[in-house]
């Protein structure tokens, strides 16, 4: 009878939230472009799309969705402590950079924020996916090129699994852009998320 009780409560502790191994979380930490801004519902932007497709090819990954709309790479520094210690991911995917170019903002400063994330989250034993972004040429071509560059050089030296840029596929396409010409529309979400798969899923 007693070793019937002590297999009843493994059978129970194992069946228990805190014994069950924790899914691994990927956080995306972005901006307006990963939080869905302008989207009628936020179920149909890429990051939630991420999480239908992980259910659906049976990946028990929980995604975190950490993006706010008008972030910049100083404000995401400021808030990555906080959301790694809370969820502990496994992998990051850093969205970060896009307000800073449009706002014209030192390309030196945008560098050592975006490193300092990288360190953090590699400190936290997170793998970090890197995602590109550019800006309109009417920034200047110098500034525009330089800000585009700034991403890959990243990507190259750190050895970080990188998509050049985000919007590549949807950018120069009005039928996939809001009326801002800077937000991704509905239709465009599931070629956000074609783009980052490739990337992300040899790391799951």
């Known amino acids: 009878m007693k070793r019937l009780g002590v297999l009843w409560i493994l059978c129970w502790a194992l069946q228990s939230p805190v014994a069950r191994a924790a ?3 990927i956080l995306v930490f972005g901006d307006s472009i990963s939080a869905g801004y302008g989207l009628p519902r936020v179920d149909q932007g890429w990051v939630a799309l991420l999480q239908a497709r992980l259910q659906h090819e049976g ?4 995604v975190i969705n950490a993006s706010v709309s008008g972030e910049t790479t ?5 808030r990555l402590p906080r959301a790694l210690a809370l969820h502990h991911p496994a992998v990051v995917v850093l969205e970060l950079g896009g307000n ?3 706002r014209a903002l030192p390309l030196e400063a945008v560098r050592a924020n975006l490193e300092k994330m990288i360190n953090l989250a590699q400190g936290a034993h997170a793998r970090v996916v890197l995602l590109g972004m550019r800006i309109p040429p009417n920034y200047g071509p110098d ?20 998509v050049p840029f985000l919007l590549g596929r949807v ?7 809001q009326a801002d010409g800077i937000h991704p529309n509905a239709a465009a ?9 490739p990337v992300l899923r040899p790391l799951l």
Do not use: N
């Not at 990946?59 to 929980?62: I, K, L, R, S, V």
């Not at 979400?189 to 798969?197: F, H, T, Y």
């Open 171 to 177: 950018a120069l396409d009005p039928d996939q852009m």
């Open 189 to 197: 979400q599931p070629v956000l998320l074609d783009a980052v798969w």
């Open 143 to 162: 500034y525009a090129q330089r800000f585009a560059a700034l991403f890959e050089d990243i990507a190259q030296k750190r050895k970080l699994p990188f």
């Open 100 to 102: 800073d170019g449009l």
């Open 23 to 25: 899914a691994p979380v």
């Open 59 to 62: 990946y028990g990954d929980e």
């Open 74 to 78: 100083t404000g995401g520094l400021s």
